[in-house]
């Protein structure tokens, strides 16, 4: 027969009744008054031990960024509005004025010396140039010319020209002796000068005119500019006695450049 299990044992009043078990608070204060603790479950031992969950606060923008980007932005807008500006202001020149460059060419060229030796080259040409300004409303203001012939890159005459106040609508007609003078050269350039002699009895020539120029449109005056002439495609034929020979001039043409220098270099 199984054996029977009873309850607990009731606590016995001093009268023989049994006594009521005692309250919670009643337990409480019999326990100094602390407050029933039980163990921790699994759940709240493993929450323990993990680390708070902090959201991370949003990253603060960099001032000194903000102000890099304001500024390149300004001055982007800077940049864009002088060149609207300038775009702007161009195209107003251009109706008004129509520029056109000032043109240049060699009307006629007389060789009446050239004599050259082993060390030395003496010669003296007889040169006419044209220059015209086509515009109606601008007048150019040219300093003394400086006047160079060159043939494979060798010297072989200089010269210049006056200053010169080349109106509106104007042809002139300018004339100067270019001449080198028992000028020394090395031994390159006097082979190099005869082979070419040798061959067909004449050189190729090129003319560099150098200058600045200033422009004046109605009252105002711009600031000089330096500007080259560069002529090519002519041909010298050395005199044989004291008769001067005539270069071919027919197939000439000049273009004219400016001449911008920055610091050490000229472009």
């Known amino acids: 027969m199984a054996d029977r299990v009873y309850p607990a044992a009731k606590p016995v009043a ?15 204060a019999a326990n100094g008054g602390a407050n029933q603790t039980f163990p921790a479950n699994k759940a709240q031992l493993y929450n323990a031990a993990r680390p708070t969950y902090r959201p ?8 000194r960024r903000s102000c890099c980007c304001c500024c390149c932005l300004f001055v982007t807008f800077f940049i864009i509005t002088i060149v609207l500006l300038a775009a702007i202001a161009g195209a107003i020149f251009w109706v008004l004025y129509r520029p056109q460059r000032p043109s240049f060419s060699v009307s006629t060229l007389q060789v009446s010396q050239f004599n050259l030796t082993s060390t030395k080259l003496a010669s003296k040409f007889n040169l ?18 400086n006047i160079s012939f060159n043939s494979n890159d060798v010297d072989i005459g200089d010269g210049s020209l006056p200053a010169l106040m080349h109106d509106r609508k104007n042809t002139t007609t300018l004339k100067t002796v270019v001449s080198s003078s028992g000028k020394n050269l090395d031994g390159s350039a006097i082979s190099n000068l ?37 002529c090519s495609g002519i041909k010298i034929t050395v005199p044989s006695g004291k008769t001067p020979t005539k270069a071919t001039t027919s197939n000439v043409k000049c273009k004219v450049d400016l001449r911008i220098k920055i610091w050490k270099w000229t472009f």
């Open 56 to 63: 991370m606060p949003p990253p603060r923008r960099k001032h």
């Open 14 to 28: 001093p009268n023989g009744t049994a006594a009521p078990a005692p309250a919670p608070a009643a337990a409480a």
């Open 194 to 230: 005869k082979s070419k002699l040798k061959n067909k009895n004449s050189l190729p020539l090129e003319i560099k005119l150098d200058t600045k120029v200033k422009v004046k449109v109605g009252s105002l005056k711009t600031k000089k500019v330096g500007i080259r002439v560069k």
């Open 128 to 145: 006419t140039v044209v220059a015209r300004n086509p515009n109606k409303k601008i007048s150019f203001f040219y300093d003394p010319i």
